[in-house]
């Protein structure tokens, strides 16, 4: 059974970059699409981006200028980095897989809380 | 692109039925079959209820089903129990081929 993790540090300084990797066990990175989505404490869910195990990445518009999104096959891993953070940014981060996209977000990892602050 | 827009908050009785809407536009939750729902329990990640509108993943309780007409998505839950209280969420993949969430609907199970 697939199973993603989060990791990465939990206190980012403003205008500094936040960069996270989601580390996949239990079966191969390849063939499948590979997301981040986001949710600030108390609020809603917010997709940020996703990058396909081959490479091609889509990102949210809103997020774009600040977001690099890669994946490494060889170690079963893809990655998140978000420049210029801002306290606005403090959230639980949390990775998951798609293959089609009828098929939804399927499995999450369990998240890890990201703090902007100095 | 803007949220998908679902009520903030429903309640049920246990036993009974509610259901949750989700509104989009004709570039997501109207252009495509794309649209699944999520459950999240306090300082639990989301878990997948419902995708391509209306499957459901093994485990998933046939309780739950998810339909749509138009730019409005829909998530019934039939036979309320306690277990069910949780935050749910939609999502649709949109025409930028990028996705978009739903504000999150709270349900209270009184």
């Known amino acids: 059974q697939v199973q993603l993790q989060e990791s990465g540090p939990g206190l980012v300084k403003p205008s500094e970059t936040l960069s996270l990797t989601c580390t996949v066990s239990g079966g191969s990175i390849s063939r499948y699409y590979w997301t981040w989505i986001r949710q600030s404490p108390g609020k809603g869910l917010e997709w940020i981006g996703y990058?396909?195990?081959?490479?091609?990445?889509y990102y949210n518009p809103s997020l774009r200028s600040r977001i690099t999104i890669s994946v490494d096959t060889s170690k079963n891993q893809f990655s998140l980095k978000l420049r210029s953070v801002t306290a606005a940014d403090t959230a639980f981060y949390y990775c998951a897989r798609f293959l089609h996209p009828e098929e939804g977000f399927d499995p999450w990892g369990p998240g890890t809380l990201v703090t902007v602050s100095s | 692109q803007s949220a998908l827009t679902q009520p903030a908050s429903v309640s049920g009785s246990p036993g009974q039925s509610i259901t949750i809407s989700c509104t989009g536009t004709s570039s997501d939750v109207g252009g495509y079959n794309y649209v699944s729902w999520y459950q999240q329990h306090p300082g639990k990640a989301p878990r997948l209820f419902i995708y391509d509108v209306s499957n459901r993943p093994s485990g998933v309780s046939n309780r739950f089903s998810g339909s749509k007409s138009g730019n409005t998505a829909s998530l019934t839950i039939s036979g309320l129990q306690a277990e069910d209280e949780a935050d749910y969420y939609c999502t649709s993949f949109t025409s930028g081929s990028t996705w978009v969430f739903g504000g999150g609907t709270k349900l209270t199970v009184l």
């Open positions: 990058i396909y195990y081959a490479g091609g990445t």
